[in-house]
Every structure is written in structure tokens, then in C-alpha cells.
């Protein structure tokens, strides 16, 4: 579970969302999640995000990326095959 998380702005939210807690933007110490209503808030615009549906974008993030990786290599058998 890792990506970093960007604020419908466009800002940059978090560096990495993992199980454990989130990574500020530009490294850092590991900020823990207290509790599993904990959010964090864009520095730009101000909007909060809880870290539940931070957390389902990472992994949503990490689903495309797979997916990705499978039409890449489905395009590369076929161009194999033709
Ligand atoms: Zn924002």
C-alpha cells in the first residue's frame, strides 16, 4: 500500500498512505494513525480528508497500476504473436 495522495487542488496531500499512518510530504517521520478516524488536511486549501478513504485511493491507486501491468503485457504477447 504506498502512492502518494494528492488534494482534489492538486496539491500534494501525504507522500504514502500506509497501514501504520501516513509520511508528510517530502519524507519525514511516519505520522502513526491514532485512531482510524484520523484525517489530514491540504495545507493549500484547507480541505480534510479521513484517512479511510486516503487509505482506499492508495490501494485504488495500486489496482490501476496492476491493471496496467497487465494490458502492457498483453499488448507485448500480442505484438509477439503477430
Ligand atoms: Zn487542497
Known amino acids: 500500500m504506498t502512492g502518494q495522495i494528492s ?10 498512505v ?10 519525514g ?3 502513526p494513525f491514532r485512531r482510524t478516524t484520523d ?4 495545507e493549500r486549501c484547507l480541505r480534510t480528508y479521513d484517512v479511510r478513504s486516503l487509505m ?3 490501494e485504488s491507486a495500486e489496482v490501476i497500476e496492476s491493471l496496467e501491468q497487465l494490458a502492457d503485457s498483453a499488448e507485448q ?3 509477439d504473436s503477430a
Do not use: F, K, N, Q
Request: charge should be negative.
Open 77 to 79: 504477447e500480442s505484438s
Open 7 to 16: 488534494c482534489i487542488c492538486g496539491a500534494a496531500l501525504v507522500e504514502e
Open 29 to 31: 517521520a511516519l505520522i
Open 56 to 58: 482506499a485511493r492508495a
Open 18 to 27: 500506509t497501514d501504520r499512518g501516513v509520511r508528510p510530504v517530502g519524507g
Open 39 to 42: 484525517y489530514v488536511m491540504c
